[in-house]
Nanobody, 128 residues
Framework: QVQLVESGGGLVQAGGSLRLSCEASGRTFSSYAMGWFRQAPGKEREFVASISWSGANTYYADSVKGRFTISRNNAKNTVHLQMNSLKPEDTAVYYC?????????????????????WGQGTQVTVSS
């Protein structure tokens, strides 16, 4: 049973930073791409960032490019999302996700239907 547990959310002022973490368990973490999504109140869940199993490739939504950085530590089964220059529109519940199958060296999925396992989410609130 794969489990994903997010942490690191909280309340921050606009322009501030937060670092989200996702700890994975239940299978060989290093064989799978990982992703972050978010869902704001009244809106659909949207893609934020993804990273290949190797860490060699990353992919970002245009709205966060240049401000957010995704990284992973395969030895510790963790993936992180460093969020800088936060804006009020970044306020959302942030979810860590993993696909069902292992993937190629550079694969960075960005569609929701490419992911199978989801964490419970962590709230990020950015005040103006």
């Amino acid at each position: 049973q794969v489990q994903l547990v997010e942490s690191g959310g909280g309340l921050v002022q606009a322009g501030g930073s937060l670092r989200l973490s996702c700890e994975a368990s239940g299978r060989t973490f290093s064989s799978y791409a990982m992703g972050w999504f978010r869902q704001a109140p009244g809106k659909e869940r949207e893609f934020v960032a993804s990273i290949s199993w190797s860490g060699a490739n990353t992919y970002y939504a245009d709205s966060v490019k240049g401000r957010f950085t995704i990284s992973r530590n395969n030895a510790k089964n963790t993936v992180h999302l460093q969020m800088n220059s936060l804006k009020p529109e970044d306020t959302a519940v942030y979810y860590c996700a993993a696909p069902l199958d292992s993937s190629s060296y550079y694969y960075t999925p960005y569609k929701m239907n490419e992911y199978y396992y989801w964490g419970q989410g962590t709230q990020v609130t950015v005040s103006s």
